[in-house]
T-cell receptor
Framework: QKEVEQDPGPLSVPEGAIVSLNCTYSNSAFQYFMWYRQYSRKGPELLMYTYSSGNKEDGRFTAQVDKSSKYISLFIRDSQPSDSATYLCAMTSWGGSSASKIIFGSGTRLSIRP | GAVVSQHPSRVICKSGTSVKIECRSLDFQATTMFWYRQFPKQSLMLMATSNEGSKATYEQGVEKDKFLINHASLTLSTLTVTSAHPEDSSFYIC???????????FGDGTRLSIL
């Protein structure tokens, strides 16, 4: 079993729709949860990161973490064609003052149809 | 926000050539830098972790003599692919983090093609 599971998609939705992207994980030591967006031939861009269970909102994006179920989600409201990209969930255990290795999901390819 | 610059963005060279890729943190001190490799339509695979002033820690299966990493300052790390062969062709991405540890900020990657 992979440490982090993510549906690879592709996921295609019409412009304006609400998008839900999800990941599950098996390692209860994970403490930091992140979502990255990656456009073709570019490096990942950090969208959201959170340390605790619950919801965190930033504009059209909401990250949700449920540690008891080992399940995280990213919601995109009012989706735009410019949101078309691959979305990677990522997580890591807390390493104190030193950086800890990130484990990435396989990424979900999202396409927003105009 | 935090900016990480990676150079060059694209390299095409002949088999047997050594290629150096630079990763710079532009507006923060990067105590730790990570080097990843990404094949088409796949996720990022960590190659090595580099702490400033220390030897890099390589992931299992990554040849340290093949992929030389130097992290001599708090703003610069380099990855040198020595005697590159066609199977080394890939997308190489670096990331950096400051003393707080998280999150990692990524460069835009280097697409390496070995002919």
């Amino acid at each position: 079993q992979k440490e982090v599971e993510q549906d690879p998609g592709p996921l295609s939705v019409p412009e304006g729709a609400i998008v839900s992207l999800n990941c599950t994980y098996s390692n209860s030591a994970f403490q930091y949860f992140m979502w990255y967006r990656q456009y073709s031939r570019k490096g990942p861009e950090l969208l959201m990161y959170t340390y605790s269970s619950g919801n965190k909102e930033d504009g059209r994006f909401t990250a949700q973490v449920d540690k008891s179920s080992k399940y995280i989600s990213l919601f995109i409201r009012d989706s735009q064609p410019s949101d078309s990209a691959t979305y990677l969930c990522a997580m890591t255990s807390w390493g104190g003052s030193s950086a800890s290795k990130i484990i990435f999901g396989s990424g979900t390819r999202l396409s927003i149809r105009p | 926000g935090a900016v990480v610059s990676q150079h060059p963005s694209r390299v095409i060279c002949k088999s047997g050539t050594s290629v150096k890729i630079e990763c710079r943190s532009l507006d923060f001190q990067a105590t730790t830098m990570f080097w990843y490799r990404q094949f088409p339509k796949q996720s990022l695979m960590l190659m090595a972790t580099s702490n400033e002033g220390s030897k890099a820690t390589y992931e299992q299966g990554v040849e340290k003599d093949k992929f030389l990493i130097n992290h001599a300052s708090l703003t610069l790390s380099t990855l040198t692919v020595t005697s590159a062969h066609p199977e080394d062709s890939s997308f190489y991405i670096c990331s950096a983090t400051d003393r707080g540890g998280q999150p990692q900020h990524f460069g835009d990657g280097t697409r390496l093609s070995i002919l």
